[in-house]
């Protein structure tokens, strides 16, 4: 398995930015669709973006859509996840995921990744 390790997260002020970074252990990270999960005390792991390893595919959550953009950079074994307009309902711990699933199917269902980060914190403040 590949071992992602996250950064970025951090306060923000509602309406502002980050940009979180997941990056992967190996070479072979750029043959694994990667994908953004976050979590919070009162909900199970949420669903937020996945791009797929030839980055030909990208899927958002509609609660996130238009104001957040994933990228891949497979040439350095590193994705990320830009956030744009955020507000206090986006704070949660993310997670980055991976997973080799070239038919991009239930890309939105967490359990099919068996590669996770550490998770990185975002808070945004109203």
């Known amino acids: 398995q590949v071992q992602l390790v996250e950064s970025g997260g951090g306060l923000v002020q509602a309406g502002g930015s980050l940009r979180l970074s997941c990056a992967g252990s190996?070479?072979?990270?750029?043959?694994?669709?990667m994908a953004w999960f976050r979590q919070t005390p009162e909900k199970e792991r949420e669903f937020v973006s996945v791009?797929?390893?030839?980055?030909?595919?990208?899927y958002y959550a509609d609660s996130v859509k238009g104001r957040f953009t994933v990228s891949r950079d497979s040439a350095n074994n590193v994705g990320y996840l830009q956030m744009n307009g955020l507000k206090p309902e986006d704070s949660a711990v993310y997670y980055c995921?991976?997973?080799?699933?070239?038919?991009?199917?239930?890309?939105?269902?967490?359990?099919?990744?068996?590669?996770w980060g550490q998770g990185t914190q975002v808070t945004v403040s109203s």
């Open positions: 995921a991976a997973a080799v699933n070239p038919q991009f199917v239930n890309v939105h269902d967490a359990s099919g990744y068996r590669s």
């Open positions: 190996k070479g072979a990270f750029r043959l694994y669709n």
């Open positions: 791009i797929s390893w030839d980055r030909e595919k990208i």
